[in-house]
């Protein structure tokens, strides 16, 4: 009798190892994930995937994805079908932040327990082609609304009211002995608010307004501030130009791209795009104008108080700075490129903008550059007794300067 419990005791377990080992976390309080990896014994590579979507019907879609951000990640995205009581399951590809496309070479089921019941939709997918991606990085989205009630896969979706990312502990999401086709018909609910989280996510990333301020800082700061701060030398004749605007813009333009860059770092963290072009380049960028540019220009300012004459600082300063605000500026057209142009973070609108305005504060620069050193040596040579020790003083330190330095 003993060893019949022991039996039953030990049978139990196994079903519950085959039931209850499934990984759940929420967006929200109505919002359910939960993931199950099955693998033939302990430690063994994982031979299927499965994961269900659990969400009201007040949300037009609700989407999980595996990858650590949405580029390259495997996304699958449920709305409701216009099927009376059924859901679409559309799974896509990421490709950053456009809008995931249709990907018809993914290899899902819909399980039993798939569909619209009580006021919510539920997916209960086995996953065949989610075995090549790392099953411990999920990041989910959702968009609040009404019913889309379509059965196209490749739909065109809104984007996301707020979004998500989760890694999970594999250990406790394997299912070693699992003895039916749908380790979530005797674990739905359909109702997740009855039952607490597994796990909480992660919090949620920024939206289209967060990548607003990011690029509109940046922008401001390289097609008008550096600019401006850099022409101050060439069209203002002021013996203080240098330490009274030159400089004090300079300071203030570089704290407002400081700002800009936190912002474009905290997104690209989130997104898991620190890796690609535009945030290298921007790193590099802001990096070497706040580490180099203000100790250059001071030391060739200090240099020129003494000697009245150009130094190789004044050569790395001003060709640096150039070098760094044209790349600054190209950099910005990359941004909208990751982003996606026409997408509600970068509108075409915006672009357009942003090309215009860019070439028209290169063009002005250019032709500042050329015309006004000639101008000035003009005025050198037209100076009473062409001697420049008989100029006011503020006039003859401003013009000495601008030729000197720049």
Not at 1 to 10: E, G, V
Not at 17 to 39: E, H, L, T
Not at 217 to 236: D, T
Not at 241 to 256: G, I
Request: aromatic share 8%; charged share 10%.
């Amino acid at each position: 009798m003993q060893m019949n419990w022991a039996l039953i005791i030990m049978a139990f377990g196994f079903m519950r190892s085959a039931i209850a080992d499934i990984y759940s976390f929420r967006a929200n309080s109505k919002i359910a994930y939960s993931i199950a990896v099955v693998s033939s014994s302990v430690g063994s590579e994982p031979t299927d995937l499965f994961f269900q979507i659990v969400a009201p019907t007040s949300y037009e879609w609700v989407a999980l994805g595996q990858g650590t951000g949405m580029a390259g990640a495997n996304i699958f995205v449920m709305y409701s079908s216009s099927l009376k009581n059924n859901i679409t399951l559309s799974p896509r590809s990421g490709k950053g932040h456009v809008m995931p496309e249709y990907n018809p070479a993914a290899r899902v089921d819909l399980l039993d327990g798939t569909g619209i019941s009580n006021g919510y939709m539920t997916a209960n997918v086995r996953c065949a082609s989610c075995l090549g991606l790392s099953p411990s990085n999920w990041i989910w989205a959702a968009k609040e609304g009404s019913p889309i009630s379509s059965s196209d896969k490749e739909l065109v979706i809104s984007e996301h009211d707020f979004n998500g990312r989760q890694s999970i502990n594999l250990e406790q999401a394997t299912i070693t002995n699992l003895t039916t086709s749908n380790p979530f018909t005797e674990s739905t609910d359909p109702n997740p608010t009855a039952s607490p989280p597994a796990s909480t996510s992660d919090s949620e990333s920024p939206g289209t307004g967060v990548l607003v301020a990011h690029g509109s800082l940046m922008a401001i700061a390289f097609i008008i501030l550096f600019p401006v701060s850099a022409l101050s030398l060439h069209v203002i004749p002021y013996a203080k130009t240098v330490t009274r605007v030159h400089a004090p813009l300079q300071l203030f333009t570089l704290c407002v791209v400081a700002a800009g860059l936190a912002i474009g770092a905290h997104l690209a963290v989130t997104n898991d795009e620190l890796a690609t072009y535009h945030p290298i380049i921007g790193l590099v960028v802001v990096g070497a104008l706040i580490l180099f540019q203000p100790a250059l220009g001071l030391f060739q300012h200090l240099r020129f108080r003494r000697t009245r004459e150009k130094t190789s600082y004044a050569y790395i300063h001003r060709w640096l700075g150039r070098i760094l605000i044209l790349l600054g500026i190209v950099n910005g057209g990359l941004g909208f490129m990751l982003v996606g142009i026409g997408e509600p973070g970068s509108p075409t609108s915006a672009v357009v903008i942003y090309s215009v305005l860019a070439g028209v504060v290169v063009l002005i620069y250019i032709a500042v550059l050329a015309i006004r050193p000639a101008v000035a040596a003009r005025k050198v040579s037209q100076s009473a007794g062409n001697n420049p020790q008989d100029w006011p003083t503020s006039e003859r330190e401003g013009d000495l300067q601008l030729l000197n330095i720049h």
